[in-house]
C-alpha cells in the first residue's frame, strides 16, 4: 500500500479491548480499481465479537460516569487526529472502496465532523422538572447512557457511517463495537488506530473484522449485554436483523435502502437542477443510499433538462480513484456491475432508450458507463428497485399532483429532491413527500448539524443532530415523596 505516509495506520487485525487480535485464518482485502490484493486481514469470529461485546461492558461503567466535558476532550482529540491524517485516511479508503480521492477526503472531513459536533453536543444532555401532583412530591426526569451499543455498517461510506454512530453513542456515555463490512476494513481500523492514540480508553470503541457475517450478526444482535444496536445496509438484511433484536428486546436504529425521486418542475431553475442531479446521482458512482433513482421532469422543460443533463453527464471522468480528474471510480465488485446492467437491460427490453452509456466500461470489470436513460415509466424495475449505481431514468410528467404519487410509489422514504421556485409548491411538495429528507433546490442534504434518516421501509431513527443522541440515551423518572416537615 504505497503513498500512505503514517504506516501504522495500516492494520490488518481488530482492535478488541485496546489490543489488537490476531487469528488463524485471513481474508484478502482487494482493491476495486484492478482487483489487486492490498492486504490479507486477520479473519475473526463469534470470539472475538464476544470478546469486544465483554470489553464494552467492562468498559461502560467508567465511560458513562465520565463527565461530559471529559469525554468531549477526548472525542475532539479523536477528530483533530482525524484531520491531521486526512489525506492518509483517504488513501486508504480510496484503495479499498475505490472513490475518487477528492470524494474520500471529503468523507474523511464529513465523518469527523459528526466527531467533533457530538464531542460538544454530548454537554447538552438535559433532563427536565415536571410538576408534582402533590406538594410532598418532586418530579424529576434524567437522561442517561442505553449502554453496550453494537453496529454493522456498510463498505460505500466506510469512514462516514462508523463515525456517525460512534461518535454520538460515545459522547452519550455508550460504549461502542462495529463489524465493518469485510470490503472496506482497513478505514475502520485506522480510526481504531486514531482512537487509541487520542487517549480513548480500551473496551469503549471496538472494531471487530471477519467474514463469518451471520455468525458476528448473532452476536451483536443477540448478545443480552448488548443494549442497542444499529444498522446502515439493505431493507432485506435490515430486517433479518430486526428479527434477531427482537428476541432480547433491544433498541434499534436502522438505516436502509432508498429509492430517492429527484423531481423537476417547470419553474425550476434549469441549470441548477442538472448541477444538483449530477451532484446527487454520480457521487461515488451512484453507490450511495439517498442519491438519485428517479428523475421526473415536467413537460415543460423535459427537452431542456434532459439535453444539459445529459451533456453534463457525458463530461464525466470514469477511472482509478487515485487518478486526477477522475470522477466516477469504479463499483464495489463485478457483482454489482452485473446487478446494474441487468436493471438497464431489463428497461431497455421494457421500453425504455438509452441516451447515454449503457454499458459495462472498458476501464476494468468493476466499471459502469455513467447512464441516462429516457422513456422510463415509473412501473419498470429501474425505477422500482435502487439502482445503486451511476445510472439515471427520466421519468416525464404532467401535473404536480400526478408525480407526488409517483414520488411516493415506493416502500421506501429515506431522502427526496425537488427544484422549484413557486413558494406555494414548494410548502405542498416538501410537505407531500413520504421521506424523511427533502433537498429543496439542493441536491447534497446530508450535514453533522441535520437529523439524517428516513420513513417506511428505509428505517427509524435518525442520525447526526441534536436528535441524534436520542436512540442513545434512555429517559428516566424520578419520584420523591415525602419532602414535607
Known sequence: MHGISDKDLIKNS?????????????????????????????????????????????????????????????LRRWFDLMMQHQDDLARILTLEQGK????????????????????????????????????????????????????????NFPIAMIARKAAAALA?????????????????????????????????????????AHGMGEVLTQHPDVAKFTFTGSTQVGKLLLKQCATSVKKVSMELGGNAPFIVFDDADIDAAVKGAIDSKYRNAGQTCVCTNRIFVQQGVLKAFTEKFARAVSKLVVGEGLTGGVNIGPMISAGAVNDVDDLVTGAIAAGAAVLLGGKKHSAGNNYYQPTVLTNV?????????????????????????????????????????????????????????????????????????????????????????????????????????????
Not at 48 to 72: M, P
Not at 182 to 195: D, R
Not at 456 to 477: M, P, T, V, W
Open 100 to 155: 475518487p480521492l477528492t470524494e474520500a477526503k471529503g468523507e474523511v472531513a464529513y465523518g469527523a465532523s459528526f466527531i467533533e459536533w457530538f464531542a460538544e453536543e454530548g454537554k447538552r444532555v438535559y433532563g427536565d422538572t415536571i410538576p408534582a401532583s402533590s406538594g410532598d412530591k418532586r418530579i424529576l426526569v434524567i437522561k442517561q447512557a442505553v449502554g453496550v451499543v453494537a453496529s454493522i455498517t456498510p463498505w
Open 377 to 485: 415509466t415509473n412501473d419498470m424495475s429501474v425505477a422500482v428497485n435502487e439502482i445503486f449505481g451511476p445510472v439515471s431514468p427520466i421519468i416525464a410528467f404532467d401535473k404536480e399532483e400526478q408525480v407526488l404519487a409517483m414520488a411516493n410509489a415506493t416502500e421506501y422514504g429515506l431522502a427526496a429532491y425537488f427544484y422549484a421556485r413557486d413558494i406555494g409548491r414548494i410548502w405542498r411538495v416538501a410537505e407531500g413527500l413520504e421521506f424523511g429528507m427533502v433537498g429543496v433546490n439542493e441536491g447534497i442534504i446530508s450535514n453533522a448539524a441535520a437529523p439524517f434518516g428516513g420513513v417506511k421501509q428505509s428505517g427509524n431513527g435518525r442520525e447526526g443532530s441534536k436528535y441524534g443522541l436520542d436512540d442513545y440515551l434512555e429517559i428516566k423518572y424520578l419520584c420523591f415523596g415525602g419532602l414535607n416537615d
Open 172 to 212: 452519550a456515555g455508550c460504549t461502542f463495537v462495529v463489524r465493518p463490512a469485510t470490503q472496506t476494513p482497513l478505514s475502520a481500523l485506522a480510526m481504531a488506530e486514531l482512537s487509541q492514540r487520542a487517549g480513548i480508553p480500551p473496551g469503549v470503541f471496538n472494531v471487530v473484522v471477519g467474514e463469518d
Open 14 to 74: 481488530s482492535y478488541i479491548n485496546g489490543c489488537w487480535h490476531s487469528s488463524v485464518t485471513d481474508f484478502s482485502v482487494t482493491n476495486p480499481a484492478n482487483d489487486v490484493e492490498l492486504i490479507k486481514v486477520c479473519n475473526a469470529g463469534k470470539i472475538e465479537t464476544e470478546l469486544a461485546v465483554k470489553a464494552a461492558k467492562g468498559a461502560l461503567k467508567a465511560w458513562s460516569h465520565k463527565s461530559a466535558n471529559d469525554r468531549a476532550v477526548l
